[in-house]
């Protein structure tokens, strides 16, 4: 059982399962870290994940280490194209008074883009 805080100041106890137990050995109090918990859904079933990010290490040497392989993560621009059609959805939702889905709009915006950036890259 760990002792965590969360950003707003909130203090409460985590049961960490054992993946997770292992990828916190050798933190020290004063460690500050991020977890976040992912699901994949497999089949039919939800599989449960923990990404674990070490941000300082508690004596003033900030670092951020994930435990996500970042060989393993492909070198595109969808994030950026995303969260562009996201942000310009937003604005055309706001330009006519909240009557069009952010989403649908956000996710037309992505198709577009990325047909004109094929593999995400800009181009």
């Known amino acids: 059982m760990l002792n965590v805080r969360k950003p707003n100041g909130?203090?409460?106890?985590?049961?960490?399962?054992?993946?997770?137990s292992?990828?916190?050995?050798g933190m020290?109090?004063?460690c500050k870290f991020e977890i976040a918990k992912l699901a994949?859904?497999?089949?039919?079933?939800?599989?449960?994940?923990?990404?674990?990010?070490?941000i300082s290490n508690g004596n003033g040497n900030f670092k951020i280490v994930s435990n996500n392989d970042a060989g393993?993560?492909?070198?595109?621009?969808y994030f950026d194209i995303m969260l562009a059609s996201y942000l310009d959805s937003m604005r055309i939702q706001e330009n006519l008074n909240g009557m069009?889905?952010?989403?649908?709009?956000a996710i037309c915006l992505f198709i577009a883009r990325s047909k004109v950036n094929p593999?995400?890259?800009?181009g």
Do not use: R, W
Not at 72 to 77: L, M, R, W
């Open 40 to 54: 994949e859904q497999k089949g039919n079933k939800i599989v449960t994940k923990f990404d674990f990010k070490v």
């Open 10 to 20: 909130e203090e409460y106890s985590l049961f960490s399962p054992q993946e997770l």
């Open 22 to 25: 292992e990828q916190m050995k």
């Open 119 to 122: 593999n995400g890259y800009g």
């Open 72 to 77: 393993s993560v492909a070198k595109d621009n």
């Open 100 to 105: 069009v889905d952010v989403n649908k709009i």
């Open 28 to 30: 020290k109090k004063g």
